[in-house]
């Protein structure tokens, strides 16, 4: 049995007759009865009784129209999906995100622009670190992430860099060093002054590349700088800063969280190692068109050359 013994059997017993039924189906009247019959017997019952004005269902016909527009209904409906799928207007795109990044105003932005242009494609969310979004990236688990700095870069993965930003010094109210900027909207402090300081950090697993280059901006500084306390989330560094644990440093795009319990201060020798990039991870090459309409989607958001 073929579709096309259904659509037959549909039309002929739509129009009640075979001479209206070839018609519409643009073939000869006698093939046309010679597909039924043979669908009959294969079946193993009539499915119209015939007579001189045309054809009605037989009992069974009329179970089986049922079934058989059910099956050419879902037919179509699959082949619909599929096409909206192949062009990425339905299917599944599945995106990670880090604390920091999340916290960057550009990736709701560019998850809010992509949802509004692509409303029937479903999107998953989960949250990790960047090397656990990575290595999910990699084996297919993910198909995109928002990160900061890589903290690797493994064959078969595309790194777009979106933005960049400087990374900002976190103090707790009442600091000293505080009293010295007092009545500066955003005090500057200078890393040299951080000497005996205990830093609260992201874990490097997690944060290596920005790890790195922090405590590698700290001994140019003249001073390696003492790790109290190593944490999952830039979130909780914050926290923790509030409740006078040591001092942190986070991409300038989280200044605010806890305001009224830390300063954010700006840091004198802000070069290129002590920058936050907002990273779109994702694979190389074979990405669905959903997800290839997605980076697409945030490469609108993205500053020039980056």
Request: aromatic content about 6%.
């Amino acid at each position: 049995m073929e579709l096309r013994h259904l659509r037959y059997f549909v039309v002929v017993a739509e129009e009640r007759n075979f001479t209206r039924a070839a018609r519409r189906l643009n073939m000869q009247q006698p093939p046309l009865s010679q597909q039924i019959r043979a669908l009959e017997q294969e079946l193993g019952f009539a499915l119209f009784h015939r007579h001189p004005k045309g054809v009605d269902l037989s009992i069974g016909g009329a179970a089986f129209l049922h079934e058989a527009q059910t099956i050419l209904a879902n037919v179509t409906q699959a082949a619909q999906r599929a096409a909206r799928a192949a062009n990425g207007i339905e299917g599944i795109i599945t995106v990670g995100l880090t604390s920091s990044a999340a916290a960057h105003p550009l990736t709701p932005r560019i998850l809010q622009a992509y949802r509004n242009a692509r409303p029937a494609v479903v999107m998953k969310f989960s949250e990790g670190n960047a090397a656990e979004l990575t290595a999910a990236i990699a084996s297919g688990k993910l198909d995109a992430g928002f990160l900061r700095m890589p903290v690797s870069q493994p064959a078969g993965l595309a790194f777009h860099r979106l933005v960049e930003e400087e990374m900002l010094l976190v103090l707790p109210m009442g600091h000293a060093l505080l009293k010295k900027n007092a009545g500066k909207a955003m005090p500057v402090i200078s890393l040299k002054s951080l000497r005996g300081e205990q830093f609260i950090l992201v874990r490097k697993p997690g944060a290596s590349g920005m790890y790195a280059n922090f405590i590698e901006a700290c001994v140019q500084a003249g001073f390696t700088p003492d790790i109290a306390v190593e944490v999952d989330g830039m979130l909780t560094n914050i926290c923790l800063v509030a409740a006078g644990v040591g001092v942190s440093i986070v991409p300038a795009s989280m200044h605010g969280f806890h305001s009224e319990q830390v300063r954010y201060c700006r840091i004198l020798e802000s070069g290129a190692k002590l920058r936050a990039p907002l990273t779109l991870v994702c694979q190389a090459a074979g990405t669905p068109p959903a997800v290839q309409q997605f980076l697409a989607e945030a490469g609108r958001f993205a500053e020039p050359d980056k």
